[in-house]
């Protein structure tokens, strides 16, 4: 072969490897560090080029039709974990492991308070970036998500006041149903037992709860108040609850006014117009409520049902007869400091 021929036969060599080693610089230059942090969010049933354009309009990569393609060559692409990610771009090797089980996606830890409404729950899922109006609208449509056991209409009162966490892309569904089976751990063999024993049905038994939770002002209050609502019950008295008639105006506790003709208002939920209870539940009692209504305190050391109460001063006065509840709102209510 003449010395020249074999001259460009090497130089072409050499071109070919340069341009090679160019091109793979440039692609792993691509695929490399951009130095951005982000957080971003993979919706659930991305594809491997969704994630990558996701990515790369947060800054976190050069290529999104790189990465896609490594994703997709190295079988990454079917293990995507959905949700959250607070990310580095630390490289497109790196940010594909995070995305297949490397790093737990963000979640949200919330705590729902005892005989909150399910609308301060949904306000709650609003300010922690979930879906609150969807939880709202399930809520009070819940269609085959309701258990058996509610007759009302909506879920108010079933779901259960706890500390839950729950995934940054958790849907309304996922939500209320982790709230309902929370709920239904409350309803063992015992709990069971004593409702049948004292005649309850499950909605009775959460509709009264509630009232009891929001009436008091401590937990060791509760099983008098049960007891005292269970006698008026019994006998056929109003329960003349005052948060029942917040609940139908739709107001807080603080906001009723009698001058104004709060308590005069035609619902159901009005315990000083009907009797007996109201058609369900007026917030979401906790453990304690639901329980005082199973073991309620019903009678004075003398055997008397108490039939009224009030508070004052910060406590609970307890009377087995109006003359004696009149006689004691007289004494520690309306009497002057």
Do not use: C
């Not at 490594?70 to 293990?79: H, Q, V």
């Amino acid at each position: 072969m003449p010395e020249g021929s074999r001259v460009w036969i090497l130089r072409g060599v050499f071109a070919l490897f340069l341009t090679f080693a160019l091109l793979l610089l440039y692609a792993l230059w691509l695929l490399g560090p951009t130095g951005k942090e982000a957080v971003v969010r993979i919706p659930r049933g991305a594809t491997g080029a969704e994630a990558a354009r996701i990515l790369e309009e947060a800054g976190l990569l050069r290529s999104g039709y790189l990465f896609s393609a490594y994703l997709r060559f190295s079988g990454r692409a079917k293990r995507l974990v959905p949700g959250v990610y607070r990310l580095k771009g630390e490289g497109a090797f790196r940010l594909a492991r995070a995305l297949t089980g490397g790093e737990k996606p963000l979640s949200v830890t919330l705590v729902f308070p005892e005989g909150e409404r399910a609308v301060d729950y949904a306000q709650r899922l609003t300010r922690a970036g979930l879906d609150g109006e969807g939880f709202l609208r399930l809520v009070e449509n819940p269609g085959a998500l309701k258990p058996p056991y509610v007759e009302g209409k909506t879920l108010e009162g079933y779901l259960f006041p706890a500390t839950y966490t729950f995934d940054l892309l958790a849907t309304p569904e996922e939500v209320v149903l982790a709230m309902l089976r929370r709920f239904a751990q409350e309803l063992t063999p015992p709990v069971r037992a004593l409702l049948a024993e004292r005649g309850l049905s499950v909605h009775q038994w959460v509709t009264l709860a509630s009232i009891v939770q929001a009436e008091a002002g401590s937990p060791e209050e509760m099983p008098y108040i049960a007891g005292v609502f269970l006698n008026r019950l019994e006998r056929g008295m109003p329960l003349q609850a005052d948060p029942t008639v917040a609940y139908a105006l739709g107001k807080r506790l603080p906001e009723l006014s009698r001058p104004d003709g709060d308590f005069a208002v035609d619902s159901p939920y009005n315990t000083y117009r009907y009797r007996g209870l109201p058609p369900g539940p007026i917030g979401n009692p906790g453990q304690r409520a639901l329980l005082s209504v199973l073991n309620p305190v019903r009678q004075d050391e003398k055997g008397r049902p108490y039939l009224y109460f009030f508070h004052a001063q910060g406590k609970l006065f307890l009377n087995v007869d109006f003359a004696g509840h009149l006689r004691d709102l007289a004494r520690h209510r309306y009497s002057s400091p």
